[in-house]
């Protein structure tokens, strides 16, 4: 059971495209377009919004990401008058990049508020800091074979691995240094097929976390 996702936007097409791009990051995510008109106009609808969100209601409540400043009204007034509005949230993030953080924190099991969290904090720039030497972190440096690099799919991947393990990793690439929960700072790395990377990892499942990194990039990112 995982936080569903309800994305509100002026355009039918914006909301159905964005949904789609976050289900290939996130397959056992609920995420449900609520966009345009029902005549099929720009704009957004209130009844189909309610009824987005108890579609994508498991359980676990639901998180509402909009495009534009009206459509914060219509989500806002959705939750409102559902029988239980604790149950959903409407966070003010990025809609793009807020909906894909939003959408690798529910695959891993994020909660409400977790997933909230991730999508609002996408609004700030990725942390991209120089590697860093620290007392106890295990390294390995792997070579980037896929296609893509750490693109949306690769880094998504990563990013929900080392979600759930009890250790801080990060990925380095020549001068700058990304955290590997995060999928937009992966993303600004810019690694591409054939570039070095060097993951590091601290915590009491550093070694695991190396392990599970070096596999998923031994095997091109292909998850089965």
Do not use: C, W
Not at 153 to 167: E, I
């Amino acid at each position: 059971m995982t936080v569903g996702l309800v994305l509100v936007s002026h355009s039918a097409k914006l909301a159905e495209g964005l949904a789609a791009l976050a289900a290939q990051m996130a397959p056992d995510v609920r995420i449900v377009a609520a966009g345009g008109l029902p005549d099929g106009g720009i704009g957004t609808d209130y009844d189909e919004v309610v009824a987005a969100v108890q579609r994508a209601d498991s359980g676990a409540g639901v998180v509402l990401l909009y495009d534009l400043g009206s459509a914060q009204m219509t989500a806002e007034l959705a939750v409102e008058t559902l029988s239980d509005p604790d149950s959903a949230t409407v966070v003010d993030a990025p809609f793009v990049e807020g909906t894909v953080a939003a959408a690798v924190a529910a695959q891993g099991g994020a909660n409400r508020s977790a997933v909230a969290h991730a999508a609002a904090a996408a609004g700030a720039p990725p942390e991209l800091d120089a590697p860093a030497d620290l007392d106890g972190e295990s390294v390995v440096e792997l070579t980037l074979k896929n296609d893509v690099g750490l693109h949306a799919r690769p880094a998504a991947l990563l990013a929900r691995l080392v979600a759930g393990l009890d250790a801080e990793v990060t990925i380095a690439l020549r001068e700058h240094t990304a955290k590997a929960n995060s999928v937009l700072a992966l993303m600004s790395l810019g690694a591409r097929q054939g570039d070095r990377i060097e993951v590091r990892a601290t915590g009491e499942q550093a070694a695991e976390a190396l392990n599970k990194v070096k596999e998923l990039v031994e095997s091109d990112f292909e998850v089965t």
